[in-house]
Nanobody, 126 residues
Framework: QVQLVESGGGSVQAGGSLRLSCAASGFAFSTYYMAWFRQVQGLEREAVAGISPRGSFIYYADSVKGRFTISRDNAKNRLYLQMNSLKPEDTAMYSC???????????????????WGRGTHVTVSS
């Protein structure tokens, strides 16, 4: 059974930091592209960061470049998102996603991902 379980969300003041974690199970994590997306209720889902299976290729949305860092630990089947200098506009539900290799990966296209977690909420107050 495939599972992606996010953790690490919470409430923080602007300028603060959070580290999100995504625990994966039930599939060959080390062969999958991974990404973090976020969504504010009522708005479209937004790609935040993506990482290739071995971490060779990493991509960020312009809105988070220089503040967020995506990483993965294939030995632990874990995906991470270190979020620094948080802003109120970063408030959203953050979800991790897994995409199979050979799927013509486009990191910011949600249709390219096969599995999704339920999300962890991040609230940044001013």
């Amino acid at each position: 059974q495939v599972q992606l379980v996010e953790s690490g969300g919470g409430s923080v003041q602007a300028g603060g930091s959070l580290r999100l974690s995504c625990a994966a199970s039930g599939f060959a994590f080390s062969t999958y592209y991974m990404a973090w997306f976020r969504q504010v209720q009522g708005l479209e889902r937004e790609a935040v960061a993506g990482i290739s299976p071995r971490g060779s290729f990493i991509y960020y949305a312009d809105s988070v470049k220089g503040r967020f860092t995506i990483s993965r630990d294939n030995a632990k089947n874990r995906l991470y998102l270190q979020m620094n200098s948080l802003k109120p506009e970063d408030t959203a539900m953050y979800s991790c996603a897994a995409g199979a290799a050979g799927n013509r990966w486009k990191w910011d296209v949600s249709d390219k991902y096969n599995y999704w977690g339920r999300g962890t909420h991040v609230t940044v107050s001013s």
